[in-house]
């Protein structure tokens, strides 16, 4: 829409940004704004151009647990199982919380990954019964 062709326009100006964005103010802005713009054209509808972006993201900072399931989220609801696993696998390595897990089996679930989910929803209660031993031993 409307909001994605403003934020396309603001980063065609800004150029390429370099690898990685740690002590970096314009790849940190431009990460930023193309983390916005990825969240827009995903609402909009757009969903293989804000696919494109998410990946895009990733590229640039490959430790952003919150990436990895916008891009599971975004191929869900594409439609598009592949790349489903393997992006809740990376969010996992990342942060290997009940949160992640049921965030990929709910996007397997959506494409019909029943399975796989299945195997996701195992682990979220795994991380659970795990968060609460380590808590009840304090």
Do not use: F, K, N, Y
């Not at 151009?49 to 399931?69: A, Q």
């Not at 609801?77 to 969010?91: H, N």
Request: with cysteine; hydrophobic share 45%; proline share 3%.
């Amino acid at each position: 829409g409307e909001c994605a062709a403003v934020l396309e326009e603001i980063l065609a100006g800004m150029g390429e940004a370099p690898r990685g964005v740690r002590g970096d103010r314009h790849a940190a802005a431009r990460l930023g704004l193309l983390r916005v713009q990825s969240l827009a054209l995903v609402a909009a509808g757009e969903l293989d151009r804000g696919i494109e972006v998410i990946e895009t993201t990733l590229e640039i900072d490959p430790s952003s647990w919150g990436g990895w399931l916008e891009l599971a989220r975004a191929l869900a609801m594409a439609g598009r199982g592949d790349g489903i696993a393997e992006a809740g696998e990376r969010a996992w390595e990342l942060r290997p919380t009940p949160e992640t897990a049921t965030s990929v089996a709910t996007a397997l679930e959506r494409v019909g990954r029943v399975m796989e989910a299945a195997g996701w929803r195992a682990r979220a209660a795994a991380a659970r019964d795990q968060a609460s031993a380590s808590t009840s031993r304090r």
